[in-house]
């Protein structure tokens, strides 16, 4: 095919398959962050419409979006810096009808203590993201003498009262999704992957490797609908898992909990008690640089409260920050889409405080992996969040004058290998 943009055939160089020019550069470097987010926008809408949340809207514009990027559509850096920004702000949006579409289903998130190891007993491990595939599992095994374990992202699913009101829920099993490798292997009941985060698996676990929908791996078994009862008979003949509690964490603080304290919060920072914010956390990886994260959180001053989400977490939740003003100082606020509550959050406090969310004694430091982190991203520009920390390594399709802009418009930075002095101390 011959691109007349890019004025030579697809071979691989110059024109991409997905229609991308790559004649400019930046111009393709804008088209990409455009495509990365609406992906990423539309596995959270999906996951909405799961739940019976949509919005036309937000359709409409998933199409506008992808029609932008074909060759001969739009040349514009200035226009399409504009439709990438409009993904951030449907993408603010999809996580609001996500938020709802939980809290309805579910019942809006308290915060609860999770047991963390296994139980005696068969079991099945749930990994991903979905709410909806958990709860109907937890329906179908019920009574069945089988305990249902969440991993990885799914640890959130413990502070939503129609889900804790199962009593076969029993725990959270292994840590962030890239240690699944490790994990599932210990684990020796069935593994239900609901969305993505699922990694190619190797012999040890691909027989027992079960997997919803459009997310699927070669070797594994997959399940269309939802009819779990080929988990739930494995599960009742593989070997039982042993008692072993590993420890108990608090979890569950949803962002309406936190806007019920405000308040308190507020008093806590006048009396200069609570002297800063963090947000640390975001879509986890493997790559070496992301200890930044767990060195910026135990090094945060005590007078400071973290919030955390997405499996980022993983990166600092294994360590005794201890209390404030009455509060922990580390608040999980659930999955990666639940950046919408850290939002509302600064919002709310900068409501308080009669400001705005830029004025506050507040750090974002996010971490980076895949296309759900660059709409969770362009969500907080489009709001006029300033300031943000992203890493470990800048994303390959951001050219340096895209990041350039991104730079001068937004002040975003990227990570050094150690937290800077102005993130650690506090102003006199």
């Known amino acids: 095919m011959f691109c007349n943009q890019c004025e030579q055939t697809r071979s691989g160089i110059g024109c991409t398959d997905v229609g991308v020019c790559g004649k400019d550069p930046d111009m393709q470097s804008l088209q990409e962050i455009l495509i990365y987010g609406v992906k990423g926008m ?23 979006a992808l ?24 993408n603010v949006r999809v996580m609001e009808l996500l938020d709802q579409g939980h809290s309805e289903k579910f019942g809006t998130p308290t915060p609860t203590t999770v047991y963390e190891g296994t139980k ?22 019920a009574g069945q003498g ?8 799914m640890l959130p699913a413990h502070s939503y009262p129609k889900l804790r009101e199962f009593p076969h829920l029993a725990g959270h099993f292994g840590g962030a999704w890239q240690n699944q490798a490790w994990d599932f292997p210990r684990f020796t009941g069935p593994i239900l992957g609901t969305t993505n985060c699922i990694t190619i ?25 939802n009819d779990f009862s080929e988990v739930i008979a494995m599960a009742k003949k593989l070997e039982p898992l042993p008692e072993d509690k590993v420890k108990e964490s608090t979890i569950g603080f949803h962002h309406s909990v936190i806007l019920g304290l405000a308040d308190k919060v507020v008093e806590a920072v006048k009396a200069g008690e609570i002297k800063r914010f963090y947000v640390i956390g975001g879509c986890d990886g493997a790559e070496l640089g992301r200890n930044y994260y767990t060195k ?14 997405g499996c980022g977490k993983y990166r600092i939740r ?8 009455g509060l922990p100082r580390l608040l999980d606020m659930g999955q990666c889409n639940d950046a919408y509550g850290a939002v509302q959050v600064a919002m709310g406090l900068a409501k308080a405080f009669n400001c705005g969310v830029n004025d506050l004694p507040l750090s974002i430091v996010l971490s980076w992996f895949e296309q759900k982190a660059v ?20 994303p390959a399709f951001i050219t340096p004058n895209v990041f350039k802009i991104l730079q001068e418009k937004f002040d975003l930075k990227l990570i050094e290998s150690e937290p800077p002095s102005e993130l650690v101390q506090l102003s006199a």
Request: glycine share 10%; charged share 20%.
């Open 120 to 141: 005696a007993g068969p079991g099945i491990l749930v990994s991903g993201h979905d709410m909806v595939d958990l709860y109907d599992l937890l329906v179908q095994s």
């Open 201 to 225: 698996p190797p012999d040890t676990y691909k027989d027992r490797l079960f997997t919803t929908r459009v997310t699927a791996v070669p070797g594994g078994n997959k399940i269309k609908g």
């Open 67 to 90: 029609f932008a990027t074909l060759t001969n559509v739009n040349f514009d850096l200035e226009s399409l810096l504009d439709l990438v920004l409009e993904c951030g702000r449907m």
């Open 146 to 153: 089988v305990n249902v374990y969440t991993h990885g992202e």
């Open 318 to 325: 294994d360590y005794d920050y201890g209390t404030v003003a």
């Open 296 to 309: 910026l959180a135990r090094q945060s001053p005590h007078e400071s409260v973290i919030l955390t989400l």
């Open 375 to 394: 709409a969770v991203l362009l969500s907080l520009l489009a709001l006029g969040v300033k300031g943000i920390r992203l890493g470990p390594v800048p």
């Open 42 to 64: 539309a596995a959270y809408a999906n996951h909405a419409r799961r739940l019976g949340k949509s919005d036309e809207a937000v359709s409409a514009f998933i199409e506008e």
